[in-house]
C-alpha cells in the first residue's frame, strides 16, 4: 500500500516517522519472501499511540514487523503498511540482574551481551533469529528454555486499549509458543531478570546448543524455523519424516532434508508456493496420523 497524501506523510514525518516506499518484504523476511509496501519505520516509542490513531483516522490498515524470522507474507502488493521499530543505540542496559532490552534488539546478540556480563539463562535461545520483540511475543523457546520464564516486566503498546503499557512478568501468560498478548499488542521493551553464571559457563551451554542445532536444523538457508507446532507429546519433524516428505516440494519452497518441520526457499519460492506446501503436508500428516497441525509461523495473506 502506498501513501500518496502530502498531508498523512507530513504529520508521520511530525511524529518522527518517514516512510520508505515501495520495500519488499522479501528483504526483510528470513524466508526471502513477501511483496512490496511501504514501510513505516519508528523512532520514539511515544510517537506510537499518535501514529497509530493517525493511520486509523484515515482508514490506513498496518501490520507490525518484528525481525521477519518467523513470518510468511503474501506475494504482490500489499494492502497494508508495514511498522517496524528503529533500533536505538544502545538496545541493551544492564542494571545487576535485570537486562533492559529495546524489543527491536537482535535476540543472539542480546543472549551473547548478557553473557558477557556474567548473565546467563537463555543458552537455549542461540540462534533462534529474530528480534527479541518477536520473541517475546510468540515465547520463543529452545532447547528446555523459553523467553517467558525471564520476564521481569514488558512495556508494551496496547491496541485495544490504545496506550502503552507496562505489564509485570506475572501479569502475562507465557505457553508453549504463545502468549497472553493481543494480536494487535506491540511489544516496546521487556526487562529480563537473568541469573548471575560465569562467563565461561554459560559460553559452553551456548556452544552445545549451537552444535546441536547444526547437527538437526538446516542453516544457512532460507525458512521461517519450523513451519509446525509440536502437537502434545510428538514432534511435527519426526511425523512428517516418517512420511518420507523431505525433499516435497511446490516450486522452489521445499521440506528441507535436515529437519523435516523446517521448509525452506530453495531459490524464488512464492507465498503461494509455500502455502500450498504447507496445506499438502498439513493433509498428509492428518490422513496418516489423524492429527491437524497447527501453524507455528504467523501468515501474513495478501
Ligand atoms: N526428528 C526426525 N526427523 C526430522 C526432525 C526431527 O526424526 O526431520 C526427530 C528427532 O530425531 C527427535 C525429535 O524428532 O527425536 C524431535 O526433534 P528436534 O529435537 O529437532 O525438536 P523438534 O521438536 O523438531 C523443537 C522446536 C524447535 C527447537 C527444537 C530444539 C517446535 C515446533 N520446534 O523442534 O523450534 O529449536 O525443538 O529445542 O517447537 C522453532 O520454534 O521454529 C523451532 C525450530
Given at each position: 500500500m502506498r501513501l500518496s497524501d502530502a498531508k498523512i506523510l507530513q504529520e508521520l514525518a511530525t511524529l518522527g516517522v518517514e516512510p520508505q516506499p515501495g520495500v519488499a518484504l522479501s528483504t526483510l523476511t528470513s524466508l526471502a519472501i513477501g511483496g512490496p509496501t511501504d514501510l513505516l519505520r519508528i523512532i520514539?516509542?511515544?510517537?506510537i499511540p499518535a501514529i497509530l490513531d493517525l493511520l486509523d483516522q484515515h482508514q490506513i490498515p498496518h501490520k507490525f514487523l518484528g525481525g521477519g524470522s518467523n513470518l510468511l507474507v503474501g506475494d504482490g502488493e500489499l494492502p497494508w503498511v508495514v511498522l517496524q521499530l528503529a533500533k536505538p543505540d544502545p538496545d541493551v542496559i544492564l542494571e545487576g540482574n535485570l537486562a533492559h532490552v529495546d524489543a527491536a534488539a537482535d535476540l543472539g546478540r542480546t543472549v551473547t551481551f548478557c553473557a558477557k556480563h556474567d548473565?546467563?539463562?537463555?543458552?537455549?535461545?542461540?540462534?533462534?533469529?529474530?528480534?527479541v520483540g518477536g520473541a517475546l511475543r510468540m515465547n520463543a523457546g529452545a532447547y528446555g528454555t523459553q523467553?517467558?520464564?525471564?520476564?521481569?516486566e514488558v512495556k508494551v503498546y496496547r491496541a485495544v486499549e490504545r496506550k502503552i503499557e507496562i505489564l509485570r512478568g506475572d501479569q502475562i501468560s507465557f505457553e508453549y509458543r504463545h502468549t497472553?498478548?493481543?494480536?494487535d499488542d506491540m511489544m516496546l521493551a521487556v526487562t529480563l531478570n537473568l541469573p548471575s553464571k560465569p562467563y565461561r559457563e554459560i559460553i559452553q551451554g551456548i556452544r552445545i546448543c549451537n552444535e546441536k542445532r547444526r547437527a538437526s536444523q538446516p542453516m544457512g538457508q532460507k525458512s521461517a524455523g519450523c513451519i509446525f507446532k509440536n502437537p502434545p507429546g510428538t514432534s511435527a519433524g519426526r511425523m512428517i519424516d516418517e512420511l518420507g516428505l523431505k525433499g516435497l516440494s511446490v516450486g522452489d519452497a521445499r521440506v528441507s532434508d535436515r529437519h523435516a518441520n523446517f521448509f525452506v526457499n530453495?531459490?524464488?519460492?512464492s507465498a503461494r508456493d509455500m502455502l500450498t506446501l504447507i496445506s499438502n503436508v498439513r493433509e498428509r500428516v492428518e490422513k496418516a496420523y489423524g492429527v491437524k497441525l497447527e501453524n507455528e509461523i504467523v501468515v501474513w495473506s495478501a
Open positions: 520514539k516509542h511515544d510517537s548473565l546467563g539463562g537463555l543458552e537455549g535461545l542461540i540462534g533462534v533469529p529474530g528480534t523467553i517467558g520464564s525471564y520476564v521481569e497472553s498478548f493481543a494480536p530453495a531459490g524464488r519460492a
